[in-house]
């Protein structure tokens, strides 16, 4: 991939992220969170399967660094997409991904938990605004329904999981072919959620479902989910994790402009408080990007 196709590439990464709200709110009337991730990793692990086979050069040892990926797998899989799912059933589309910008913050901030990085009074008065802002808009759903802030945490649960999978997958990824690493994530993410959904009723579910539903299922599998992991794991390998994760600040313009003209959605007044809020503390912490950001240290 040559340098100057990276932030395009990152582009195209967010607006398929910022879709996925959306096509999420269409699916979920029909298939509940367990199930529809069951049906969204199986597919793409499948498809992972398939291009892995036919153009990975250098596969991940997978008895060797069965640790690693396995460690990486519930982080930027598992937990990512669980609480992602399960939180985009209670809240809106615009809220999670207004949410999910704070993804700089907390990979600075867990940079400074694990003794990476000094915490600077900049970046410190970063995090509490941009934190400000994720409990403002937090509190101001609770207002409205504690189904909607619940849905809001475990968005931000979501946010904190994948910050903790980039700051960490980057090493890997450098060593071994980032298909590999994916496709490998995929299975696991597959292994844990199929039997959930299959318990959780997907057989009748996927039958009920209308033809519509069908298609916003393909989108997810392989537009949100086997272009964007694939994208954003090459595009890792070659940039900072910090870079990666500053694009998501594109995300929410997307998904609002799709939010309304597909679900219909205004874009509610509280949203815009929080997002400034969150938006100037993510531009204060990732500034200028410390060197634990951007990918160099290695995974103990």
Not at 29 to 36: A, H, I, R, S, T
């Amino acid at each position: 991939m040559r340098k100057g196709q990276h932030p395009l590439t990152l582009l195209v990464v967010q607006v398929l992220f910022g879709l996925f709200p959306v096509a999420g709110k269409k699916v979920l009337p029909y298939l509940d969170p367990f199930p529809l991730l069951a049906v969204r990793l199986t597919g793409a692990a499948f498809c992972l399967l398939v291009l892995h086979l036919l153009l990975v050069k250098n596969p991940i040892p997978i008895r060797k660094e069965w640790k690693g990926v396995l460690g990486l797998s519930l982080l930027g899989v598992v937990f990512n997409m669980g609480f992602f799912m399960v939180g985009l059933q209670f809240t809106t589309s615009v809220n999670a991904v207004v949410v999910i910008t704070t993804i700089p913050v907390f990979t600075y901030a867990l940079a400074v938990a694990m003794g990476r990085e000094k915490l600077g009074p900049r970046r410190a008065v970063g995090i509490a605004v941009a934190l400000a802002g994720v409990v403002y808009l937090v509190a101001s759903s609770y207002q409205a329904s504690w189904r909607h802030a619940l849905g809001d945490l475990l968005v931000m649960a979501n946010a904190l999981s994948y910050a903790a999978f980039l700051v960490l997958a980057r090493p890997m990824i450098q060593r071994y072919d980032p298909l590999s690493l994916t496709t490998w994530m995929l299975l696991v993410g597959t292994a844990v959620f199929l039997p959930l959904g299959l318990l959780g009723g997907l057989r009748g579910q996927l039958a009920a479902a209308p033809s519509e539903t069908m298609g916003w299922l393909m989108f997810i599998i392989v537009g949100a989910t086997v272009l964007t992991y694939t994208l954003n794991a090459k595009v890792l390998r070659h940039v900072p994790a910090s870079t990666v994760a500053i694009f998501t600040y594109v995300q929410p313009i997307f998904t609002a402009i799709a939010a309304y003209f597909v679900l219909g959605a205004p874009l509610e007044a509280k949203v815009i408080p929080a997002a400034v809020a969150i938006f100037a503390g993510v531009w204060l912490v990732a500034r200028k990007a410390p060197a634990v950001i951007e990918g160099q240290t290695v995974v103990e």
